[in-house]
């Protein structure tokens, strides 16, 4: 078989660049080794009650600029609930802590929210502001600079008490991060930071549908409609080609698919897998792909008999002793659920603690933890459980590892990279993928002659963040 371009790997990173290639004459081939597409954003019918159920609850952000364009392209921007009344509510037995967004201009926006915590003092608080100016200046070579330190190592060295790490950083580097803050890249929960205190207006937001019915049938219609071919339980064995000859891949069951271009959207593990070994010296990303450790999830769904909250999620403040960290209630999220009673999400993040530990084991003690913010959770009738154990959410952003993170471009002529995992200036997540996917896009296209701007870059900051940053730029220092 013979294509234009080969996507190996139906994530939301494939399909992206899939539908990045549409309406320019190239002929796309996505070849995915499952039965469905969405990789690890997808969703599935639970066959008890018929709903349908994420591989585990997502978020998105309202600076996820590129995932929110690839909706507005697939008509589904819309289908996202966004959190009007506060960024997050965090919940730290017994208190539970609202986090808005201020009328001050960020990042003094979040200073109220962050002194109304019971167990935060002015002192705790005052101890972050060096960090926070740091943030506020961060260039992308102090982030590749502080990527060999340890995110733990690092604040304490700036002066940030126990208690302020203990309750936002080790809390922000697990739920965001997905790893504790002593493993976690300086330079990776920085950058992320500075897109906290450089957004006036930052919004969490929530499919109000399946992950999946977000993007697959749209994306895989508008690819077909094109003329391409989505090829599923067409897992690939084996990337082919030779020096500046057309790249390819030997799929599981013999195929062979040539291609003038070859993008790899699968993740870091995969590519292992299918790199033929005399190519390993050939690109340096090639020689690094086992730095990339996965952090493993599990989600756990719950459907209580009643409606045990109004909120959309919360999470819980870093302890040595939890389990889950952020919880959904897809009653308040879902179109047309409304009325109904509680389904909870939870998510045990960097998830060996719970490696020993049954099913029933987890579901009882989720429950447990959902009922010292909701009490009634104890003691209400538990319908239904399911508990998702995935090997990996994302790539485990270690210290050393934001430098490792390869371009879109390989040595190989005719292979390009995407997924999250990839450099997109983005922690490994959807907006990540998606922005990779229209990266290797633009690529194809600019060496095709078809030039065309796909991939949004990261928005101006805004407020006294932003006003430092340009400050920084004019002034070079
Ligand atoms: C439980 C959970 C919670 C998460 N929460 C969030 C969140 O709140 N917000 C957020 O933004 N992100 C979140 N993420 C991360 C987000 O889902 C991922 O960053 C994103 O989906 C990665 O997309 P991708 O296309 O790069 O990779 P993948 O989704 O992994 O896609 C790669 C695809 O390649 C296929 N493949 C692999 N090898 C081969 C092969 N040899 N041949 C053919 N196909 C192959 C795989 O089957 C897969 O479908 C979460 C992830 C999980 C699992």
């Not at 006036?200 to 109000?208: E, H, I, S, Y």
């Not at 690939?236 to 271009?261: E, I, Q, Y």
């Not at 003691?379 to 239904?384: A, E, G, I, N, V």
């Amino acid at each position: 078989m013979y294509t234009d371009v080969l996507i190996i790997g139906g994530g939301i990173a494939g399909l992206a660049c899939g539908v990045g290639l549409c309406g320019n004459g190239l002929r796309v081939v996505v070849v995915e080794q499952s039965a469905a597409l969405g990789g690890r954003a997808r969703s599935w019918v639970d066959r008890e009650t018929g709903d349908v159920v994420d591989i585990g609850p997502h978020i998105l952000l309202s600076e996820y600029r590129n995932m929110l364009r690839l909706l507005e392209l697939l008509g589904t921007r819309e289908r996202i609930a966004w959190r009007t009344d506060r960024f997050i509510t965090l919940f730290e037995k017994p208190h539970a802590v609202p986090v808005r967004m201020g009328r001050l201009p960020a990042p003094l926006h979040f200073v109220r929210s962050i002194l109304s915590a019971p167990t935060i003092s002015i002192a705790d608080a005052n101890s972050n502001a060096r960090t926070t100016w740091t943030a506020m200046r961060l260039t992308e070579d102090d982030v590749q600079r502080l990527d060999g330190v340890a995110a733990a190592d690092f604040l304490r060295g700036q002066g940030v008490t126990k208690r302020f790490r203990d309750w936002f950083w080790a809390s922000t580097a697990m739920s965001i991060m997905n790893v504790p803050l002593e493993r976690c890249s300086a330079g990776a929960l920085l950058r992320f930071y500075q897109l906290l205190l450089g957004h006036n207006d930052l919004r969490m937001g929530f499919p109000a549908i399946g992950l999946s019915e977000l993007y697959v049938p749209q994306a895989t219609r508008r690819i077909e409609a094109d003329g391409g071919r989505i090829l599923t339980q067409s897992g690939v064995k084996r990337l082919t080609g030779a020096d500046g000859a057309p790249v390819g891949a030997v799929l599981a069951d013999g195929t062979r698919v040539d291609a003038r271009w070859c993008v790899s959207a699968v993740p870091p593990q995969s590519l292992g897998e299918i790199l033929p070994p005399e190519w390993r010296g050939r690109d340096p990303a090639f020689a690094e792909l086992s730095a990339f450790e996965p952090s493993p999830y599990v989600s756990t769904y719950l459907w209580f008999d009643r409606k045990l909250t109004r909120e959309p999620s919360w999470a819980r403040v870093w302890s040595p002793s939890n389990l889950n960290y952020d919880s959904y209630d897809l009653s308040n999220i879902r179109s047309g659920w409304e009325a109904r009673p509680s389904v909870i999400a939870s998510n045990i993040i960097y998830s060996h603690r719970a490696d020993g530990m049954s099913d029933e084991a987890i579901v009882d003690a989720t429950r447990r933890e959902i009922a010292e913010y909701l009490p009634e959770a104890a003691w209400s009738t538990l319908r239904h459980a399911r508990v998702h154990r995935i090997p990996m959410a994302i790539p485990c952003p270690f210290p050393g590892t934001e430098r490792k993170r390869p371009p879109t471009r390989t040595a190989l002529p005719g292979l390009l990279l995407a997924g999250d995992w990839t450099r997109t200036g983005f922690p490994a997540c959807m907006e990540s993928a998606v922005r990779s996917g229209w990266l290797a896009a633009e690529q194809i296209l600019a060496e095709a002659g078809r030039p065309r701007r796909l991939a949004l870059g990261l928005d101006a900051r805004e407020g006294i963040t932003g006003l430092v940053q340009r400050l920084r730029r004019a002034t070079g220092t």
